[in-house]
């Protein structure tokens, strides 16, 4: 399943609302050192 980057055009344009999916997440995650 595919996830959708933006509920509609107008939350993009009143709060500059995108998702970021969330292998990017994981990603941004993994460069994070553990405590």
Do not use: N, W, Y
């Not at 595919?2 to 999916?21: A, M, N």
């Amino acid at each position: 399943m595919t996830e959708k980057l933006i509920k509609s055009k107008q939350r993009v344009s009143d709060f500059g609302e995108v998702f970021t999916p969330a292998h990017i997440v994981k990603d941004m995650c993994d460069l994070v050192p553990a405590e």
